[in-house]
């Protein structure tokens, strides 16, 4: 089990966006990193707001690291959501897109653009439903 939210599954989660042909397919023409912020939920034992951004280039991931909140503020797009609403995504439980369009997840950065690309979005959910997590709040 590789806990969540840390650089060991950042890396997992990289191995398996450069391992899919399903993504590269899907993301073919995208450019541009993307910040995930995991907002703290003390109660959830998630005591801290963390930032982990995406070097996405063309199908590929170049990079994936906790960076800070400086880091994940300077990249175009940029997802914020607390802990328990990331698990949701995580587990595929909450659809990305939607979360948006509904408020659950707050974007900076061109909507359009990122509703062009639901098939990459939907890829990258499934990538990361897939590696066997530990959740500080299951523990």
Request: glycine fraction near 6%; aromatic fraction near 12%; include cysteine.
């Amino acid at each position: 089990m590789v806990p969540y939210g840390t650089q060991e599954w950042l890396d997992e989660y990289k191995a398996r966006i450069n391992n899919s042909e399903e993504y590269r397919t899907a993301a073919e023409n995208w450019e541009g990193e993307l910040a995930f912020v995991f907002e703290a939920e003390p109660d959830m034992n998630w005591p801290e707001t963390r930032y982990a951004l995406l070097d996405l280039w063309h199908g590929e991931c170049r990079r994936a690291w906790m960076g800070s909140e400086q880091e994940a503020e300077a990249v175009p797009f940029v997802i914020r959501a607390p802990y328990s609403r990331w698990k949701q995504v995580t587990r595929g439980e909450l659809d990305p897109i939607k979360g948006m369009m509904q408020g659950k997840l707050r974007l900076k950065g061109d909507l359009p653009t990122i509703v062009r690309y639901v098939r990459a979005s939907n890829e990258l959910v499934n990538l990361a439903k897939d590696i066997p997590t530990n959740f500080p709040d299951e523990e």
